[in-house]
């Protein structure tokens, strides 16, 4: 029996929370320190990556033949995967560069996506909808501010890319949240 891409996504509700979690983390450290070293970001950025790749990966192999959708999730979980190691393997001078743009291009497609993954949840003009959108444009909004000008723009550039991670997080923690309602109607 084929389930659909919501049925099979409501099992795992507990994954967006966790990437949710992380990205706060990671933004909330952005604000806290924009004093620290870019390596280390970059380090913890790359890291992050893999993990969501590898995540995203075991999701689509897993839900081969039963999920309609599962081949994007998997282009997703490569890309990411690839990335990850790609820049994990570079030298460090090079790495940060990378991931300064690298930051900001990966927040506009990971926004870009979940405001799919959104609509594809949610079908009529809720609060819930309306929420997330909100959080999801101004991860976009965020992410366009600090491509503007990552290097010019000093410690405001962790400014910018801290709020943009705390919003992806709390859309992340949100539809979350939603997924689990979804599950327990499910089950």
Same mark, same amino acid.
């Given at each position: 029996?084929?389930?659909? !891409?919501?049925?099979?996504?409501?099992?795992?509700?507990?994954?967006? @929370?966790?990437?949710?979690?992380?990205?706060?983390?990671?933004?909330?450290?952005?604000? /806290?320190?924009p004093d620290s070293?870019?390596?280390?970001?970059a380090y913890v950025?790359?890291? $992050? +990556? /893999?993990?969501?790749?590898?995540?995203?990966?075991?999701?689509?192999?897993?839900?081969?033949?039963?999920?309609?959708?599962?081949?994007?999730?998997?282009?997703?979980?490569?890309?990411?995967?690839?990335?990850?190691?790609?820049?994990? @393997?570079?030298?460090?001078?090079?790495?940060?560069?990378?991931?300064?743009?690298?930051?900001?291009?990966?927040?506009?497609?990971?926004?870009?996506?979940?405001?799919?993954?959104?609509?594809?949840?949610?079908?009529?003009?809720?609060?819930?909808?309306?929420?997330?959108?909100?959080? !999801?444009?101004?991860? +976009?909004?965020?992410?366009?501010?600090?491509? /503007?000008?990552? $290097?010019?723009?000093?410690?405001?550039?962790?400014?910018?890319?801290?709020?943009?991670?705390?919003?992806?997080?709390?859309?992340?923690?949100?539809?979350?949240?939603?997924?689990?309602?979804?599950?327990? @109607? !499910?089950?």
């Amino acid at each position: 029996m084929k389930r659909t !891409i919501i049925q099979s996504a409501a099992r795992y509700w507990w994954l967006p @929370m966790i990437t949710g979690l992380l990205a706060i983390g990671v933004g909330v450290w952005c604000l /806290a320190s924009p004093d620290s070293s870019l390596p280390v970001f970059a380090y913890v950025f790359s890291i $992050i +990556l /893999a993990v969501a790749g590898f995540m995203n990966l075991a999701f689509s192999l897993s839900n081969i033949g039963r999920l309609t959708g599962w081949g994007f999730k998997m282009f997703i979980g490569i890309i990411e995967l690839i990335c990850g190691i790609w820049m994990l @393997m570079m030298p460090e001078q090079q790495m940060v560069g990378v991931f300064i743009y690298g930051v900001g291009f990966y927040l506009v497609f990971v926004a870009i996506t979940a405001i799919c993954e959104t609509c594809m949840f949610y079908g009529d003009n809720s609060f819930w909808l309306t929420l997330l959108l909100t959080f !999801i444009i101004c991860t +976009l909004v965020f992410a366009f501010i600090f491509l /503007a000008g990552p $290097i010019a723009g000093g410690i405001a550039v962790w400014l910018y890319i801290g709020i943009a991670f705390i919003c992806f997080g709390l859309y992340r923690i949100f539809i979350s949240a939603k997924i689990y309602q979804v599950n327990k @109607m !499910i089950n």
